[in-house]
């Protein structure tokens, strides 16, 4: 049996899980601090662009969770995934378990991208406007997309 779980990827499944759990701790924490209504929707100059309930938050949290049992349940299954590189007998456990990793990674960065939406939707709440510095979209698309590149690099550099 391959083991596709080696230490350092039960480290990230543990941090994702606790990311989740610091998601609804942190949700829980802020829902009766909020307004009634609240910023669902930003524009890209930052400002606030729809309001809704604040129970809106509960929907962020549904989806971050949903989100994270899919990769996690997905993670379960690298040998039906589509691999950059030639899978053969000499590279099938290390590409598997660099797949599996990816999953792990792209389920703790998209975690991070809704806590991060949780804090600039109670920043927003509580100032009416949110300043747009820029550095807040970068930061997203950084974390979204940096674990892809990062596999990818290392998937085509040990495909034999």
């Avoid at 083991?3 to 609804?24: D, E, H, I, M, Y």
């Avoid at 809106?56 to 989806?63: E, P, R």
């Avoid at 996690?72 to 797949?99: G, M, R």
């Avoid at 990793?101 to 109670?122: D, P, T």
């Amino acid at each position: 049996m391959i083991n596709l779980f080696p230490k350092n990827n039960r480290w990230l499944r543990q941090g994702a899980f606790s990311l989740v759990a610091f998601l609804w701790c942190y949700a829980i924490y802020i829902h009766q601090q909020l307004p009634s209504r609240i910023p669902v929707h930003f524009a890209l100059n930052g400002e606030p662009d729809r309001m809704g309930s604040r129970d809106t938050i509960w929907i962020l949290c549904g989806i971050a969770t949903m989100l994270f049992v899919l990769l996690t349940l997905i993670s379960q299954y690298p040998q039906s995934f589509n691999y950059p590189a030639k899978i053969t007998q000499d590279n099938k456990v290390y590409q598997h378990q660099l797949a599996v990793q990816l999953m792990c990674r792209l389920n703790i960065s998209i975690l991070l991208v809704f806590i991060f939406c949780l804090i600039e939707i109670k920043i927003a709440a509580k100032k009416k406007s949110l300043p747009f510095h820029g550095w807040e979209l970068q930061l997203i698309l950084a974390l979204v997309f940096l674990p892809t590149i990062l596999y990818l690099v290392k998937s085509l550099r040990n495909r034999q």
